[in-house]
């Protein structure tokens, strides 16, 4: 690795280039001639762009009227009311539905109803689980030592214990309400103590230093009640273990007695699935990894992996020993060395070709700042710790219709074009309101036989939905499930309304233009289209060839080549 090329920004040898690229043509061109063998492997990864330069986002106006008409905000309320009654929690109600909601579903707002709830829940799915192994798995997670632990916060107190018996949340108290880090309004609540110290648990995530201060002050205080404190701290990073197992139980284990079989989550997601698309890509169908990560509130996110067949499009093999190379460490073990290209320049960089504006950027980068990573090894689901793995359900498995929708538009699209003639690749977008409304109805589709039977794991779900359209009416999910369900309605049809919204991904006005549609949303004719400016997110991601040394990749050469201007739709 030379030290001098790394140090180079990539724009100190972008050239800007017009046409295709002749040398990058065929894959296994290159590695057919002899080569020495001492050559480090090389890989050219072509240039990349993505995102809409669209300045504005359009929804059909028959469309919409059609799905206001079926899905009124009252309908979405209605809704959620009755979840909550059924799973024996209080709705929230008015500005607490805002302010609340989150706090809520972190079991840190009304705790004890909510925690009872839960309770209520895992003795009902005890009781019908089918498999004593799987009984016996469900007990060292949910009952380690006769009492239920169904959260982070549960998980922690009893770790704590066994390191320190008789620990008690408010062993905490005076070390906490020294520092004034209890709210003195609710230091009574139940979870004032819990919520102070998962509050500390966060800080320590975004600002050790910041910690390092609480705690030093703690400990002057009140010595005794710091330690406590101190523990309980490091039962929450212990406890991350715990979350993911209890996650992955759901996920994987045969705990639902359904139709005369016992089946995990992956199964329901799985059997749906097929019967949407057949066995187009078997490999997708496995539960994605799950990580934690400490948003501070109920929230997740999938992770973007890379289907092979996109993964052949972007990547060219440059020499044999790249080619023993990537057989060795496999698709992930490049894309994870990608990771460590140069991250570029520090300022923004904008290409201006002809109308078109283009943000530079880099692997590395885009992959840092985008919530949803960029060209990932693996699908990941990353999610907060604290919202209770019951509630947290419905999340998982939304975020994982994100990532198969994804994966299959993406592999789709990768077979459709041609490696030979290839300049650079355009990733293909997808309009955030069909997004967002097919992760809700899809999983509220999976979920519909769970949720009548134990209706707590919808809670999480519905809380939100009826949050969100009650603070605003463009909500990409409430607005987006209202848009998927209207469709579904009308076509009848679940497999045929999720190939029609994979086929038309990008926006939404292929959908609407469909004769059957047109006919079912005629009452709705005269409306006129939604339009709403949004800000353009288009980014070029230069080509770079590179060599890869120990693990680490060095930059060889690095090009733009100007795309086209893109026809507005
Ligand atoms: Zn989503």
């Given at each position: 690795?030379?030290?001098?090329?790394?140090?180079?920004?990539?724009?100190?040898?972008?050239?800007?280039?017009?046409?295709?690229?002749?040398?990058?043509?065929?894959?296994?061109?290159?590695?057919?001639?002899?080569?020495?063998?001492?050559?480090?492997?090389?890989?050219?990864?072509?240039?990349?762009?993505?995102?809409?330069?669209?300045?504005?986002?359009?929804?059909?106006?028959?469309?919409?009227?059609?799905?206001?008409?079926?899905?009124?905000?009252?309908?979405?309320?209605?809704?959620?009311?009755?979840?909550?009654?059924?799973?024996?929690?209080?709705?929230?109600?008015?500005?607490?539905?805002?302010?609340?909601?989150?706090?809520?579903?972190?079991?840190?707002?009304?705790?004890?109803?909510?925690?009872?709830?839960?309770?209520?829940?895992?003795?009902?799915?005890?009781?019908?689980?089918?498999?004593?192994?799987?009984?016996?798995?469900?007990?060292?997670?949910?009952?380690?030592?006769?009492?239920?632990?169904?959260?982070?916060?549960?998980?922690?107190?009893?770790?704590?214990?066994?390191?320190?018996?008789?620990?008690?949340?408010?062993?905490?108290?005076?070390?906490?309400?020294?520092?004034?880090?209890?709210?003195?309004?609710?230091?009574?609540?139940?979870?004032?103590?819990?919520?102070?110290?998962?509050g500390l648990s966060l800080l320590g995530a975004s600002d050790s230093l910041g910690l390092?201060?609480?705690?030093?002050?703690?400990?002057?205080?009140?010595?005794?009640?710091?330690?406590?404190?101190?523990?309980?701290?490091?039962?929450?990073?212990?406890?991350?273990?715990?979350?993911?197992?209890?996650?992955?139980?759901?996920?994987?284990?045969?705990?639902?007695?359904?139709?005369?079989?016992?089946?995990?989550?992956?199964?329901?997601?799985?059997?749906?699935?097929?019967?949407?698309?057949?066995?187009?890509?078997?490999?997708?169908?496995?539960?994605?990894?799950?990580?934690?990560?400490l948003f501070g509130?109920?929230?997740?996110?999938?992770?973007?992996?890379?289907?092979?067949?996109?993964?052949?499009?972007?990547?060219?093999?440059?020499?044999?020993?790249?080619?023993?190379?990537?057989?060795?460490?496999?698709?992930?073990?490049?894309?994870?060395?990608?990771?460590?290209?140069?991250?570029?320049?520090?300022?923004?960089?904008?290409?201006?070709?002809?109308?078109?504006?283009?943000?530079?950027?880099?692997?590395?980068?885009?992959?840092?700042?985008?919530?949803?990573?960029?060209?990932?090894?693996?699908?990941?689901?990353?999610?907060?710790?604290?919202?209770?793995?019951?509630?947290?359900?419905?999340?998982?498995?939304?975020?994982?219709?994100?990532?198969?929708?994804?994966?299959?538009?993406?592999?789709?699209?990768?077979?459709?074009?041609?490696?030979?003639?290839?300049?650079?690749?355009?990733?293909?977008?997808?309009?955030?309101?069909?997004?967002?409304?097919?992760?809700?109805?899809?999983?509220?589709?999976?979920?519909?036989?769970?949720?009548?039977?134990?209706?707590?794991?919808?809670?999480?779900?519905?809380?939100?939905?009826?949050?969100?359209?009650?603070?605003?009416?463009?909500?990409?999910?409430?607005?987006?499930?209202?848009?998927?369900?209207?469709?579904?309605?009308?076509?009848?049809?679940?497999?045929?309304?999720?190939?029609?919204?994979?086929?038309?991904?990008?926006?939404?006005?292929?959908?609407?233009?469909?004769?059957?549609?047109?006919?079912?949303?005629?009452?709705?004719?005269?409306?006129?289209?939604?339009?709403?400016?949004?800000?353009?997110?288009?980014?070029?991601?230069?080509?770079?060839?590179?060599?890869?040394?120990?693990?680490?990749?060095?930059?060889?050469?690095?090009?733009?080549?100007?795309?086209?201007?893109?026809?507005?739709?």
């Open positions: 690795m030379s030290s001098t090329t790394r140090g180079l920004g990539w724009l100190a040898c972008a050239a800007l280039t017009g046409g295709p690229l002749v040398n990058l043509s065929a894959q296994s061109a290159a590695t057919d001639l002899p080569q020495p063998i001492s050559e480090l492997p090389r890989f050219t990864l072509r240039q990349i762009v993505s995102g809409s330069s669209d300045p504005v986002s359009r929804i059909p106006g028959p469309w919409l009227r059609a799905a206001r008409a079926a899905q009124p905000e009252s309908l979405t309320l209605a809704r959620y009311h009755k979840v909550a009654r059924l799973s024996g929690v209080a709705p929230l109600e008015g500005s607490a539905l805002s302010s609340e909601r989150s706090q809520h579903m972190m079991g840190l707002y009304r705790r004890t109803e909510l925690i009872q709830a839960v309770h209520q829940t895992m003795i009902a799915i005890r009781a019908s689980l089918p498999v004593e192994g799987t009984r016996r798995q469900f007990d060292q997670l949910f009952r380690p030592h006769g009492e239920w632990v169904v959260d982070l916060h549960q998980a922690v107190l009893d770790w704590a214990r066994s390191r320190a018996p008789g620990m008690q949340w408010r062993s905490a108290q005076p070390a906490l309400a020294a520092v004034r880090w209890l709210d003195p309004y609710d230091s009574l609540t139940p979870e004032a103590i819990p919520r102070a110290v998962y390092a201060t609480v705690s030093a002050d703690m400990r002057r205080a009140d010595s005794a009640s710091a330690a406590a404190v101190e523990l309980l701290l490091l039962g929450y990073k212990v406890s991350q273990r715990w979350y993911i197992d209890a996650l992955g139980f759901f996920l994987t284990q045969p705990w639902v007695p359904d139709q005369g079989r016992e089946q995990s989550l992956s199964d329901f997601v799985g059997d749906d699935w097929r019967r949407l698309i057949g066995n187009e890509f078997p490999e997708m169908l496995r539960a994605p990894e799950i990580q934690v990560r509130h109920p929230q997740a996110v999938p992770h973007y992996g890379v289907p092979t067949a996109l993964f052949r499009r972007l990547v060219v093999v440059q020499n044999r020993t790249g080619r023993t190379w990537l057989d060795r460490h496999g698709e992930a073990g490049l894309l994870r060395t990608l990771r460590l290209l140069p991250v570029g320049d520090t300022s923004l960089v904008v290409l201006q070709a002809g109308s078109q504006r283009l943000r530079l950027t880099t692997v590395p980068r885009q992959s840092r700042e985008s919530l949803n990573g960029f060209l990932e090894p693996s699908d990941v689901i990353a999610i907060e710790p604290g919202y209770p793995p019951l509630l947290a359900l419905g999340t998982i498995v939304h975020e994982w219709q994100h990532l198969l929708f994804r994966r299959i538009q993406l592999g789709r699209f990768s077979s459709t074009i041609a490696s030979g003639d290839l300049s650079f690749v355009e990733l293909p977008g997808l309009d955030p309101y069909l997004a967002e409304g097919f992760a809700e109805w899809s999983s509220e589709r999976i979920l519909q036989r769970l949720h009548a039977r134990w209706p707590l794991l919808a809670l999480g779900e519905m809380e939100k939905r009826a949050a969100l359209s009650s603070e605003r009416l463009e909500d990409q999910h409430s607005l987006g499930y209202a848009l998927v369900a209207a469709l579904a309605q009308a076509l009848g049809d679940s497999a045929r309304t999720t190939r029609l919204l994979l086929a038309n991904a990008e926006s939404l006005s292929g959908i609407a233009a469909q004769r059957e549609l047109k006919l079912a949303w005629k009452p709705y004719a005269w409306a006129a289209d939604q339009v709403s400016a949004v800000p353009a997110r288009r980014i070029l991601i230069p080509e770079v060839t590179f060599s890869v040394e120990d693990g680490f990749p060095d930059v060889i050469t690095s090009r733009i080549i100007v795309p086209a201007p893109r026809t507005p739709r």
